[in-house]
């Protein structure tokens, strides 16, 4: 078994049977399936080809749900600025006052708590 692994992702134009049996012919390990653009009924489906085909070509194949996380942004700016090395950033949250010269706000409150 070797250690590294070849990662296809699936979408309308490889979703279907025959593709994917082609792609775990051609060596895929992993079908990945990107769920912020999937709807579950598609997921579903298409990880029952993937099983189905794995069966045919008696092949260990996984399947990978990439799951949607936050869309953390951040705020306007005031004017433009430039960072160099060295330089201290400050990401804060909405309403809160600047503590140096180079921050901006981002919509995500709980960024500060995770990081």
């Keep these: ?3 590294t692994k070849i990662i296809c992702t699936l979408g ?3 979703g279907d049977e025959a593709v994917i049996g082609r792609l775990i012919d051609a060596g895929a390990d992993v079908f990945r ?17 993937v099983r189905r085909q794995a069966r045919r070509a008696d092949a260990n194949i996984a399947v990978l749900f990439d ?4 869309s953390i942004r951040t705020g306007d700016l005031e004017e ?8 201290t950033v400050e990401f804060r949250k909405q309403g809160a006052e600047p503590g140096v010269p180079y921050s ?3 919509n995500y409150d709980g960024l ?4």
């Design 33 to 49: 399936i990107n769920m912020s653009h999937a709807r579950p009924d598609w997921a579903e489906d298409v990880v029952a080809k």
């Design 67 to 70: 799951l949607t996380g936050p």
């Design 12 to 14: 309308p134009t490889t």
């Design 104 to 106: 901006t706000t981002v």
């Design 1 to 3: 078994m070797t250690k």
């Design 112 to 115: 500060m708590d995770d990081v």
């Design 80 to 87: 433009p600025f430039v960072i160099a090395e060295g330089d």
